[in-house]
């Protein structure tokens, strides 16, 4: 119903439209106003939460004297039933592009739905939805990055780590005893991102042996309570993290601040994003290593996106894989060349 009045009147805006160019040269109809509608599916999290404040920044660049810009964030606090009533309050509001990181990956149908019945293009990001929810409509986008490239960089890191520094293997069995902290199960970037991360290790020639993991949804709290019990289980045999993200490397790392462990019985830790924390850390040589994940190149290219799709300007310039998928690249960071990730080079 409300989609046919749209349609109606839009059908008269057109008419008007030529009424008025029909003597003249055709004009292509402008838009004045970019309204970003961003449904977040918790922004608790530490990532996300520096990558909106970079796409807010970004969005704020396309303000101009004829160009408004402007960007509401919804928080799902990680329900879906929540982020699909906040999709369609947004939509309700006036929103003429969405940007959403769906809760749940799996289920996006709903808003899909809602999407296209009131011709609202959408940007999925971060959270990867299935490639053919992707083409339930030709306006559907995903800008994020490849979970495989940021496991393989996470390997190579822990295997130069482990070849320079022979005190990583503390029991000298030959072998690196190792836990594995990862996100949410089900997301694109915790599995894909373990996986490769271990592989990389063992085509790089390391000897390995999987003591354990623990699930921490990105987590910083979650991964120290989970590393405690393994502290508990596995006492000073553990020689190795790899944890899907900084925050819980760095959970890790509290757990055995808790502890009192000295340096000298404490194990390697790499994470993966590059957040603020996370770069400190390295530079403090906390954590051995992380992979940055690109929030600025994400949010830039979302912002361009949502602009080029509202204004109907400089969507020829977008560089897309499979004509809807934007991939950032990762790039590796180590306490050599954090102070460039940093801003202090
Ligand atoms: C990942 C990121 C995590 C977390 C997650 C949320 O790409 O590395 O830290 O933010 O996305 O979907
Ligand atoms: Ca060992």
Redesign the pocket.
Known sequence: MKKRKVLASAAVCCLCAQMLCACGEQEAEKTDKIYVGVAC??QS????GE?LECFKDRMNNFESSDLQAIVTIRDAAGLQRTQNDQVKELIDAGCNVLCV?LVDRADPSEIIDLARDNDVPIIFF??EPVAEDLQQWDQLYYV??D?RE?GVMQGELAADAIRTDSRIDRNKDGKIQYVVLE??PG?Q?AII?TEDAVDTLKNEGIRLEKLSYGIAN?NRAQAQNRMQQLIGQYQNDIELVLA????MALGAIDAYVKLNRTEAGMPVFFG??G?DVGLKAVRDSKLAGTVY?DKEGQAEAMAKLAAAIVTGEGMDEIKFENEKYIYLPYSKVTKDNVGRYLGEE
Not at 45 to 48: E, G, I, K, W, Y
């Open positions: 599916y918790n999290d530490t990532f996300l990558m990181n971060n959270r994020g990055a979970a940021s996100g949410e997301h970037d991102r990105w899907n993200n900084d925050d993966i994003d957040t994940n």
